[in-house]
């Protein structure tokens, strides 16, 4: 392959709004990185972010955008085109991030858009160490399944800045050209929201959804308003 062709391909830009077939795609506010969890780990990780995010009194809302932007992943090996978004009614992503960031804390994953430190229950960094690259040791499901019970969503670390939506991504770091094309939409991006009314938990191939609707009742049930 040539080097104008591999550059060429690196620099084309994927859709993630529809697939090649020409069905819309589900769009999302990412609230975690991957994580490795082990089997006895799962459910006890989806119960305790299920009953965490019930307790906040959050309702669905509404996120302005705030314009069009390049941004890479962690790993630097992708690069995406996001609607980058302004903060949000309630202080409602900082606190969802929290919650997420608190359940994968406490099983020794990183956690996203800030590091492990900010998890702690005394202030001092864990004890629990993370194995290599970010893939946990054992721990048990009791402590996934209570952990949140500790604290309250954090309104002091604010990271409205870093909450994106993907809409298309390449392999290499755009080029001027391509950014300028971007930049000339011509799109009034202030004019669009984002509705935000469900948390959905992809574990395996299983995904649980849980609506921002979703209370904890006085016997400490899950009810659905």
Known sequence: MSTNAQTSQEHQVHSLLRSELGAEL???????????????????????????????????????V????????????????????????????????????????????PPLYTDLAQ?????????????????????????????????????DLDLSSSFHVSIGWTLGAPTQGLRERSNA???????LTVDVNTVKVKVGNG????SLATKIDSSNKIIEK
């Open 26 to 64: 589900p769009l999302h506010i990412s609230l975690s990185r991957p994580i490795v969890l082990l089997a006895h780990q799962r459910q006890p990780f989806v119960d305790t972010l299920t009953r965490a995010i019930s307790k906040t009194g959050l309702s669905p809302f509404e996120v302005a």
């Open 185 to 191: 939409t011509g799109i009034e991006f202030q004019t």
């Open 119 to 155: 998890y702690s229950a005394d202030g001092q960094t864990r004890k629990r160490q993370a194995g290599h690259r970010g893939r946990s040791k054992e721990t048990t499901g009791a402590v996934a399944s209570s952990s949140l019970s500790r604290s309250e969503p954090s309104t």
């Open 66 to 109: 705030r314009g069009l932007e390049w941004v890479a992943n962690y790993e630097k090996t992708r690069w995406f085109l996001v609607l980058k978004l302004e903060r949000a009614p309630q202080n409602g992503l900082n606190k969802l991030l929290h919650l997420s960031n608190q359940t994968v804390a406490d099983l020794g994953q």
């Open 207 to 210: 995904i649980t959804a849980i």
